[in-house]
């Protein structure tokens, strides 16, 4: 049935041609944004990992690589895989990986790209060894190190030190590193606090890697960061590549916080009712996009204000003579207040380049939450 949906469209077809919803891309803005965060690294001693929970399209990965990026990271064991089968051969799964079914796919991955996972727990350390011993492969190793998000994570100093010797010592594990993100200080608006927090975040970490090496335990990859500190966390002593991701297309909650990159994805939309002066109902509701980091932004239309979401529709207010001229069948464009979450909701993107349709690209990352 998909095939046959998309079996209409052409490259060429302008974008208010398109059926909806749909997932727009314009592609010189995020090709724009890919340059200028590569170019921000070439000359850092830090890397590029950008992450792929946001785009979760192993074509957009590829040009991120093609830019200079060292690698990709993905959140899911499944991201992972989808990365791998579109090419992509340097993966790192910020994520504890647990469980017999799991940790049989994760050593079966490692067998056919450069694979580094992230571990918080001596017993997961020790399955993971079993498996990897099993399979004759190896798995490359990063301590998680909780730096204040207090999700995963070790904690830094000796916690994270011992955790490192066990996986040191472990059959088929190789300690290749730290891991340590400042997830809770991407979305602080104030650049002094956040950069003040940020560099107290890193030195923990930095740290961290510095006593594990004091110990004659090799550790060369420090990763963390993300697009709300790229250049904090980039420039930080010790730190050796940064996963920044929502810098390719942004989204409403980051641009409310930071304006370094541009909006490249945006969700196009349908007037689908006009049963009331100042309502409209557009065809994009919570299945189309996520309610997280809630409202979206209107693109270009000042008298719509979002009004409530329903499965399937997007009531808006009109609130003034212009905006009250829409119809039934007019486009509506939106930015999500969260992109990871709401492409999550597509299988396809729509690749355009001056309006018209370029390219349609699958999301093979999409659902892949196992």
Not at 159 to 185: D, K, M, Q, T, W
Not at 244 to 273: H, N, P
Not at 362 to 368: H, I
Request: proline share 4%.
């Amino acid at each position: 049935m998909l095939e046959g949906q998309l079996s209409t469209i052409t490259p060429g077809t302008p974008k208010n041609e398109l059926d909806t919803p749909a997932f727009l891309v314009d592609t010189d803005i995020m090709e724009a944004n890919i340059e200028k965060m590569a170019v921000y690294f070439r000359d850092k001693p830090a890397g590029l990992r950008p992450h792929m929970k946001h785009h979760k399209c192993p074509t957009i990965a590829r040009k991120q690589i093609a830019a200079g990026a060292v690698g990709v990271c993905c959140q899911k064991l499944g991201e992972a895989e989808a990365m791998a089968d579109g090419g992509v051969k340097d993966i790192l799964i910020t994520y504890e990986v647990l469980g017999r079914a799991k940790i049989q796919r994760l050593v079966a991955l490692a067998q056919r790209t450069n694979l580094l996972v992230t571990v918080d727990d001596a017993g997961n350390a020790g399955d993971l060894s079993e498996a990897a011993v099993t399979a004759g492969t190896t798995l490359g190793i990063l301590v998680d190190v909780n730096c204040g998000q207090n999700r995963c994570g070790v904690d830094p100093g000796e916690p994270a030190v011992g955790l490192a010797r066990v996986v040191s010592r472990s059959p088929n594990l190789e300690l290749r590193g730290i891991c340590g993100y400042e997830g809770h200080l991407q979305a602080v608006a104030d650049r002094e606090d956040k950069t003040l927090r940020a560099r107290q975040a890193m030195e923990q970490v930095v740290s961290t890697a510095e006593a594990i090496r004091r110990e004659g335990i090799s550790c060369d990859i420090v990763s963390s960061g993300g697009t709300g500190t790229y250049n904090i966390t980039g420039d930080y002593p010790g730190i050796t590549e940064v996963q920044a991701g929502s810098y390719v297309l942004m989204d409403a909650a980051y641009r409310r916080v930071m304006d370094d990159f541009q909006v490249a994805g945006t969700i196009l939309t349908t007037v689908v009712s006009r049963a009331a002066t100042d309502r409209a109902v557009l065809d994009c509701g919570m299945k189309g996009i996520s309610t997280d980091q809630w409202p979206p932004e209107i693109v270009g239309m000042p008298g719509v204000q979002v009004r409530s979401v329903s499965d399937e529709h997007l009531s808006v207010n009109l609130t003034d003579s212009d905006s009250q001229q829409l119809r039934p069948g007019d486009k509506v464009e939106l930015v999500s207040g969260h992109n990871d979450t709401t492409v999550h909701l597509h299988s396809h993107l729509f690749a355009l380049r001056g309006g018209l349709l370029e390219e349609v690209w699958e999301v093979e990352g999409r659902g892949r939450i196992r």
